[in-house]
């Protein structure tokens, strides 16, 4: 079973428990734990991800709006990202030379072709160097595996220096957008490879220079791609075989602990077995990527929504603050609109706070600006010359004023009529019940409340 299952098994006991308490958090961590070490990731980060988890799943204050579940899927799904190389760089659109480097059978000569291909089919003209010189049958392999996929290819049978097919395919191949060269691999990282690259780098002077690597070697990964790094600035890496290999969470790991980016991943032998490397969307497909989708939207909006939780919006006093507010965070599903939801007056809601544009918010913003903090704590107080002042110092006029006002009315007696179920719900049970409000509200349904 690979690391995608794995993952996707514990992130599920998360996500489908019946009961989501200290237990099953230990359990899913447990498993999570075993599926990384399974796929050679370093205990140590393993550790430091577990604590993490832990340590959120423990919280007592939650970010407002997210359940305890829903958050602990959220922290754990961003530090699985951090682990693999959530941050890394970005893939470069428009490069003009790669070489790939690596040791034997890492994937380097089917991965020029793939790449060939890659960047063909994004309107490049591509042409790739045969710069293996060393082991023997590197020009035909490469030769077959670009007339497959139609792809230009420049090399010079018999030659034994790698450096002078280099110079011989820059002035062969000019007027190509990108060049792809391959080149030879070692038994193991030695300075006979290192003189050899030196000198392909020298003749060639790519600006990228990516390491290849089998996913089979999990966290070995960090050493290889910090010693062609020092040795040879690789600024890239290419990790193949993810298909084959239960160990491509240690290598991805790995390099991202070396610092290397690593920009594709090989899933199979054929040209078009290349997939663009996205920590997040490499973790979205193996967590299900419709549900996290809408979980980390979620989790998005809610810190946009200024800490305004719907608890908190009903305890207390509204105003005009909190009335920009709410209407900030109505137009992404915020809280009062989450309450009227609950209870199902979204439909009550007047239809003007629900569809309100940023324009108006700004506006609104501006206005208020002008206003005195007792205006904005007791709007209902304003009369004609203060709606002057207002309009002059804010340069709009006494009607987009009174639209304001409007609106903070209309909204003022939404907000009434939730805190009078309020009210009834705190006099009930003591404590503020959002579901047993719902219930309350349904068997009162019949009777229609007329908001405007
Ligand atoms: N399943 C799978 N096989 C791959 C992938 N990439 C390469 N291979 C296979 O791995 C083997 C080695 O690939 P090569 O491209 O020859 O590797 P190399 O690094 O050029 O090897 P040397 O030139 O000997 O150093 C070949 O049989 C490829 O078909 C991949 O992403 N998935
Ligand atoms: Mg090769």
Same mark, same amino acid.
């Given at each position: ?83 693999i ?26 991965t ?43 090399? /010079? =049978?018999?030659?034994?220096? #790698?450096? $002078?097919?280099? !110079? %011989?395919? &820059? ?7 990108? @060049? ?16 050899? /690259? =030196?000198?392909?780098?020298? #003749?060639? $002077?790519?600006? !990228? %220079?990516? &390491? ?7 966290? @070995? ?16 890496v /290419? ?12 290598? &991805? ?8 980016p ?18 997040e ?11 996290l ?57 007047p ?10 918010l ?64 705190l ?7 959002m579901?047993?409000?719902a ?14």
């Amino acid at each position: 079973m690979g690391l995608g299952e794995k993952l996707r098994g514990a992130m599920d006991s998360l996500r489908k428990a019946a009961v989501f308490d200290k237990t099953t958090i230990k359990e899913a961590v447990k498993e999570i734990q075993r599926a990384l070490i399974a796929a050679d990731v370093e205990v140590k980060l393993v550790l430091e991800l577990s604590k993490r988890i832990e340590k959120e799943a423990a919280r007592e204050k939650l970010p407002a709006g997210l359940s305890r579940r829903e958050h602990v899927v959220k922290v754990t799904y961003d530090a699985l990202v951090e682990l693999i190389g959530g941050t890394g760089k970005k893939l470069p659109e428009k490069p003009k030379k790669i070489l790939l480097v690596g040791l034997f059978g890492a994937g380097k000569t089917t991965t020029v072709a793939k790449l060939a291909k890659y960047y063909m089919k994004r309107g490049m003209k591509v042409g790739v160097i045969a710069a293996d010189t060393y082991r023997p049958a590197a020009f035909e392999q490469l030769e077959q595996l670009t007339g497959k996929g139609r792809i230009a290819f420049f090399g /010079i =049978k018999k030659e034994k220096r #790698a450096a $002078k097919v280099i !110079e %011989k395919a &820059l002035k062969e191949m000019k007027g190509f957008d990108l @060049l792809i060269a391959d080149s030879a691999g070692r038994n193991a990282f030695d300075k006979d490879l290192v003189k050899e /690259i =030196k000198e392909i780098n020298s #003749a060639f $002077k790519p600006e !990228e %220079k990516w &390491l290849v690597l089998g996913a089979d070697i999990g966290q @070995l990964a960090k050493k290889q791609a910090t010693a062609f790094h020092d040795a040879v600035g690789v600024n890239g890496v /290419i990790i193949t075989r993810i298909d084959g290999s239960a160990k491509g969470g240690g290598a &991805l790991s790995a390099c991202h602990v070396a610092k290397c980016p690593v920009y594709f991943l090989g899933t199979g032998e054929k040209l078009d077995d290349l997939q663009e490397f996205d920590a997040e969307r490499y973790l979205g497909r193996i967590m299900g990527y419709g549900d996290l989708q809408a979980l980390l939207e979620k989790a998005k909006e809610v810190t946009e929504e200024e800490e305004l939780s719907p608890e908190e919006l009903l305890k207390g006093e509204f105003n005009l603050d909190t009335f920009y507010k709410q209407l900030k965070a109505t137009r992404k599903m915020g809280p009062l609109t989450k309450v009227a939801e609950m209870l199902g007056m979204k439909m009550q809601m007047p239809k003007e706070m629900l569809e309100m544009t940023e324009e108006k918010l700004d506006g609104f913003k501006v206005m208020m600006d002008s206003m005195t903090k007792e205006e904005k704590l007791s709007p209902d107080t304003m009369n004609r010359s203060r709606i002057q002042r207002i309009a002059k110092g804010s340069g709009t006029s006494e009607n987009q004023v009174r639209e304001l006002l409007k609106a903070y009315k209309q909204m003022s007696n939404v907000f009434k009529k939730f805190r009078k179920l309020d009210e009834k719900a705190l006099q009930k049970k003591g404590g503020l019940d959002m579901q047993k409000l719902a219930q309350m509200f349904g068997k009162k349904k019949k009777k229609k409340f007329r908001i405007r």
